[in-house]
């Protein structure tokens, strides 16, 4: 191991642990928030099952504010509002604020997309059975649609991971915050190089876990 991994791996390893906090929140976020967000958004359209068009411009409204923030900007702006949820607006913690919410945001539109990829005719499949909405959802929409969706989580798993890099701005830790203030601020090169190396072997493997299980389970 080089010298300089050994000198830092104290911080090293803390500031991997935080990147899987502010990531592990995030995706936890994205599934139990997101998925039923993107859901809606799904069924609300236009032509849909459950069409509302004052419920799906709401929700549309929202999603699409979110994501049109730089998110540097964003964790800014959400200052306020982070310190009144967990009190303070400095810290791991305090970060996991704006990267969740934009969790949300940003893989609900996945969400919906990989929906509208569904086949007309399993919808009209299932209703012909007499399914219930419940049933449609989850028996046919997200069975039909479950490789979209694990590819849609992987994909915002790797962008939690580069957001987690910006948090650094509230003292949110983690490995690019890391390589930013041991790294480039303390002219350490080489030791910067390594925690982009960890970053991208790190994205390499989420990509190919997630690719993986999208195809095993790939109905098509």
């Known amino acids: 191991m080089p010298e300089i991994l050994v000198q830092y791996q104290t911080e090293i390893w803390q ?99 990989s929906l509208i990829d569904v086949p007309k005719g399993v919808m009209e499949a299932a209703l012909s059975m007499g399914a219930s909405v419940p049933k449609i959802i989850f028996k046919f929409l997200y069975v039909e649609a479950r490789s979209g969706l694990v590819l849609g989580l992987t994909t915002s798993t790797i962008s939690f991971i580069s957001y987690s890099t910006i948090v650094g701005v509230v003292g949110g830790g983690g490995i690019g915050d890391f390589a930013i203030r041991y790294g480039y601020q303390r002219f350490e090169t080489e030791l910067m190089f390594y925690m982009i190396m960890i970053m991208i072997i790190l994205v390499q493997l989420i990509q190919f876990i997630g690719t993986t299980i999208s195809k095993k389970i790939d109905m098509r």
């Open 15 to 113: 500031s991997i642990g935080e990147t899987f906090i502010m990531v592990g929140i995030s995706i936890m976020f994205a599934i139990f928030l997101g998925l039923p967000l993107g859901t809606l958004l799904y069924l609300t359209r236009k032509g849909q099952l459950l069409e509302n068009q004052i419920i799906f411009s709401i929700l549309n409204l929202f999603v699409n504010i979110v994501r049109s923030f730089p998110f540097l900007l964003f964790v800014v702006f959400l200052i306020p509002f982070t310190r009144w949820i967990v009190g303070t607006a400095i810290g791991t913690a305090a970060a996991t604020v704006p990267l969740a919410i934009m969790a949300v945001a940003y893989y609900s539109r996945l969400v919906e997309q």
